[in-house]
Nanobody
Framework: QVQLVESGGGLVQAGGSLRLSCAAS????????MGWFRQAPGKEREFVVA????????YYGDSVKGRFTISRDNAKNTVYLQMNSLKPEDTAVYYC???????????????WGQGTQVTVSS
């Protein structure tokens, strides 16, 4: 069983920054692709970014490219999402998830955290 706990969400003004963390309670963390997704009220879940098990490969959604940066620390079983130049349209609940494959498809992610709210005011 994999448990994921996100933290770091909050309220920030447009143009500001936040850093999200996702801590995993699994010894095999280093074998998983980690992904971040988000869901805004009334909208479908959206892929944000994925990072391969080694950290050597990343893939960003077009809406966050150049503003967000994903990283991971396998020694700490933690993945991070640094979010800069935040916009009101980034407002959503952000979820981290694990997958056995490097993918942007949410259906291929097996375990999900409970989510953390990010609100960007204009």
């Amino acid at each position: 069983q994999v448990q994921l706990v996100e933290s770091g969400g909050g309220l920030v003004q447009a143009g500001g920054s936040l850093r999200l963390s996702c801590a995993a309670s699994v010894r095999t963390f280093r074998t998983y692709t980690m992904g971040w997704f988000r869901q805004a009220p009334g909208k479908e879940r959206e892929f944000v970014v994925a990072i391969s098990w080694s950290g050597g490969s990343t893939y960003y959604g077009d809406s966050v490219k150049g503003r967000f940066t994903i990283s991971r620390d396998n020694a700490k079983n933690t993945v991070y999402l640094q979010m800069n130049s935040l916009k009101p349209e980034d407002t959503a609940v952000y979820y981290c998830a694990t997958s056995d494959v490097f993918t942007t498809n949410g259906r291929e992610y097996d375990y999900w955290g409970q989510g953390t709210q990010v609100t960007v005011s204009s």
